[in-house]
Nanobody
Framework: QVQLLESGGGSVQPGGSLRLSCVAS???????????MGWLRQTPGKGREAVAW???????DYADSVKGRFTISQDIDKNTLFLQMNSLKPEDTALYYC???????????????RGQGTQVTVSS
């Protein structure tokens, strides 16, 4: 069983930046198997939206709404996923979840692990 712990959320003004992190760890007795990871976000009004994902070899893909502003990356040695968010807009306000696929990539096309989420609020 994989546990995902996000951090880095907060409140920022439009145009600002935040960097989200997600550390993956195993529950006792589990064997770690690397797979693709990604970020989802959720708001009460828009529901769930895929933001970005990265394969085990570093291929990336982004939602059109964040292309050119967000960058997903990973530190494989530290089992850590990142999301650098620049030029933030009010519509980026959401609860951001780190995800890791159990089998299918991107993660949200199949069964996946998910963290508890970190809140990002963009407001003046």
């Amino acid at each position: 069983q994989v546990q995902l712990l996000e951090s880095g959320g907060g409140s920022v003004q439009p145009g600002g930046s935040l960097r989200l992190s997600c550390v993956a760890s195993l529950t006792s007795g589990s064997t770690y198997s690397r797979s693709c990871m990604g970020w989802l976000r959720q708001t009460p009004g828009k529901g769930r939206e895929a933001v970005a994902w990265i394969s085990t070899i570093g291929n990336v893909d982004y939602a059109d709404s964040v292309k050119g502003r967000f960058t997903i990356s990973q530190d494989i040695d530290k089992n850590t996923l990142f999301l650098q968010m620049n030029s933030l807009k009010p519509e980026d306000t959401a609860l951001y979840y780190c995800t890791q696929a159990r089998a299918t990539c991107p993660p949200w096309l199949g069964s996946y692990y998910r963290g508890q989420g970190t809140q990002v609020t963009v407001s003046s």
